[in-house]
């Protein structure tokens, strides 16, 4: 069965400071793959998507995300966080000739000044 | 342009009572689902539909009813309310028939089971 597994339930930085959540699933074949962001009292917003081709995708807001085949994780990054940026993130995955959408368990993100 | 929009945003109700949970889309989406979110469980898919009269179940259908008789409706039902049933519902809808895409979400309702 699929599965998405975000290791991370909780992570602090600095505003300023670089990013990385973790996502890896679980899947036989390549996946779509989605980040989501949550902020409080909101429902989900779409920060990017990968469905093929170059492996590092660019999102809003400044994020961008690898997928790596190899390691069946596709993590999201940022280099330089902003306090605006604290919120939920959920990795999502879709097989391939399907739509029914798997999440994770979700990342919060807190920044510190 | 309202979007995807969900009534109640709150809701209090008690034990073996009947909810409906309301979903409306303004793009004429194909797709269209509920799920509902927990703390450290994400969000769990409910049900799900392709199209107007066609519904599937998700992971954790249980207990919840839906209906598509028009494609931009897509309401929740459960039948008979317990309070594991307490948690915030989205719905969402995507736009493109037999392929994956992005998916829009509403605002959520927060349902609370006495």
């Known amino acids: 069965a699929q599965s998405v597994t975000q290791p991370d339930i909780h992570i602090t930085v600095s505003e300023g400071a670089s990013l990385e959540l973790r996502c890896n699933y679980s899947y036989g074949a390549t996946p779509y793959l989605f980040w989501y962001v949550q902020s409080p009292g909101q429902g989900l917003q779409l920060l990017l998507k990968y469905f093929s081709g170059d492996t590092l995708v660019q999102g809003i807001k400044g994020f961008e995300a690898e997928f790596k085949r190899s390691q069946s994780s596709f993590n999201l990054r940022k280099p330089s966080v902003h306090w605006s940026d604290a919120a939920e993130y959920f990795c999502?995955?879709?097989?391939?000739?399907?739509?029914?959408?798997?999440f994770g368990a979700g990342t919060r993100l807190f920044v510190k000044a | 342009d309202a979007g995807i929009t969900q009534s109640p945003r709150y809701k209090i109700t008690e034990t073996g009572r009947q909810v409906t949970l309301m979903c409306h889309q303004t793009w004429s989406h194909s797709y269209m689902f509920w799920y509902r979110q927990d703390l450290g469980h994400g969000l769990r898919l409910i049900y799900y539909?392709?199209?107007?009269?066609?519904?599937d179940k998700g992971e954790v259908p249980d207990g919840y009813v839906v209906s598509r008789s028009k494609t931009e409706n897509f309401p929740l039902t459960l039948e008979s309310a317990t309070r594991s049933q307490t948690s915030v519902y989205f719905c969402?809808?995507?736009?493109?028939?037999?392929?994956?895409?992005?998916?829009?979400f509403g605002p959520g309702t927060r349902l609370t089971v006495l």
């Open positions: 999502a995955v879709v097989h391939t000739g399907g739509f029914k959408t798997i």
């Open positions: 969402a809808s995507s736009g493109i028939a037999g392929a994956p895409d992005t998916q829009y």
């Open positions: 539909s392709a199209a107007a009269d066609i519904t």
